[in-house]
């Protein structure tokens, strides 16, 4: 077993479509589609923003300081993510916020809460490559990941994921 059983499917419970939420440009395809399909197969959303810790303590006396204004922004960010998601399919998703390497906080998400399902993330269409999460995700360890990874191309439209959601 992958880890933790999956629940989504018993009594009391129902299957989430998680999203990791931060400022590239394809996060809006990756939350495009998970609410999309969440809304056609009765699911829920977890949106997920990460907030990595290093620098907090470098610069003495304002560390506090600067870790107030990184929640604050990854707040920001999730309240659009989730008005995003209301608008697009009136889903009202799951607001997560989490401090750490962004990998295994989301390993440890998808641990902690057995109705996580999917994890969706969209790959960046850019010659630089798909992007950080997908490269590390997805690509190294889809093997022994706990849920399957829904990988959404980048320059996807609107139209194009609806027809597929």
Not at 5 to 22: I, Q, T, W
Not at 56 to 64: A, C, D, P, Q, Y
Not at 113 to 128: G, K, M, N, R, T
């Amino acid at each position: 077993m992958l880890g933790r059983r999956r629940r989504s499917n018993e009594a009391g419970h129902r299957p989430k479509f998680l999203v990791v939420v931060d400022e590239t440009e394809e996060c809006d395809r990756a939350l495009y589609f998970a609410v999309r399909r969440a809304t056609r197969t009765n699911s829920g959303v977890v949106l997920l923003a990460v907030i990595d810790p290093s620098g907090f303590n470098e610069w003495l006396g304002v560390g506090s300081v600067i870790q107030q204004e990184a929640e604050e922004e990854a707040s920001a960010m999730l309240n659009r993510s989730a008005m995003r998601a209301r608008e697009v399919s009136g889903i009202q998703p799951d607001l997560v916020t989490l401090q750490g390497n962004r990998s295994e906080q989301i390993m440890q998400l998808i641990e902690e809460d057995e109705d996580i399902s999917f994890l969706v993330l969209a790959a960046s269409s850019s010659s630089d490559g798909p992007g950080p999460l997908v490269s590390t995700l997805a690509a190294k360890s889809s093997g022994t990941f706990p849920v399957p990874i829904v990988i959404v191309p980048g320059a996807m439209s609107d139209a194009e994921i609806e027809a597929l959601a």
